[in-house]
């Protein structure tokens, strides 16, 4: 009863990403999945915001942790012929699953949708690898101008942007000391009933709230990786193409198995 689930869910970047790619109008996806629980559960929570926009999946194939040569994995996406490849994996996977699809130039022809990608691993793979890549996050630093200049007291401390994960602990941690000022206590249950009763709005959620089963709900971005040219100044990789609310982002409080939810 005293966790909260602040940022980063499957589902809120899966049914975000998925579900806004689908009703864009590509409609076909194929999907290669990390074999273990991450990639299990990204492709799962894709598919149901996939069908659920009128789009299907047409095929799948499972990959095994720490993969270092892509090359079968890609082709065989890019032959099914799928208007999307989605990457169900992160880190070194998720990497060489992109450089490979350049390699190959499928970059060029399908959509390639890495649904646990962060703008740490387009820094990493670079804009002429990235280019075109659709991805999804809660935050992004050149957003607005507030998420800027926190962004920039970040970059001074650490010498990189920031991310979803790192924006999201800022203000979870802020959104506590807050309900422990106005609640005049840190005993854990006052405190997260004051926190519950607040609407977050700071540099990472503007009518962000806390739901009775632990999940903050906020507003999730799917962004375009820039081409080379487009981007003019550094870290400028990411341009914001579609808002999905926070109702909408995150599942359902009727789909919900906590038993927080009943009481």
């Known amino acids: 009863p005293n966790t909260i689930l602040y940022a980063w869910d499957t589902y809120g970047v ?9 009703r864009s109008g590509k409609k076909n996806w194929y999907f290669l999945s990390v074999d273990y629980a991450l990639g299990q559960a990204i492709e799962k929570d894709a598919t149901r915001a996939i069908q659920a926009a009128s789009g299907k999946v047409v095929g799948s194939r499972k990959h095994p942790t720490g993969t270092a040569d892509f090359s079968s994995f890609v082709l065989t996406a890019q032959n099914s012929g799928a208007d999307v490849i989605g990457l169900a994996n992160a880190g070194g996977d998720l990497i060489n699953s992109v450089k ?4 190959f130039g499928i970059t060029q022809k399908q959509t390639i949708a890495p649904m646990a990608a962060t703008l740490m691993d387009i820094h990493a793979i670079g804009l002429a690898s990235s280019q075109g890549l659709m991805l999804v996050e809660g935050f992004y630093w050149d957003r607005n101008d507030e998420s800027r200049v926190w962004s920039e007291r970040f970059f001074k401390e650490r010498n990189r942007m920031p991310i979803m994960l790192q924006a999201g602990l800022y203000s979870a941690i802020t959104t506590y000391l807050k309900a422990v000022k106005e609640t005049g206590t840190d005993d854990a249950k006052t405190v997260l009933d004051q926190m519950r009763k607040m609407e977050i709005n700071d540099l990472f959620a503007k009518g962000g709230r806390i739901r009775a089963d632990g999940r ?3 507003d999730m971005y799917v962004l375009a990786v820039k081409t080379p040219a487009a981007s003019k100044r550094a870290w400028d990789y990411l341009e914001i193409r579609d808002t999905i609310s926070g109702a909408d982002a995150y599942q359902p409080l009727s789909d919900s198995r906590c038993p927080l939810v009943k009481n």
């Not at 899966?14 to 790619?21: D, F, P, W, Y």
């Not at 490979?100 to 390699?103: F, K, S, V, Y």
């Open 100 to 103: 490979a699809a350049q390699d």
């Open 14 to 22: 899966s049914n975000s990403l998925a579900g806004s790619i689908t």
């Open 216 to 218: 903050m709900v906020y």
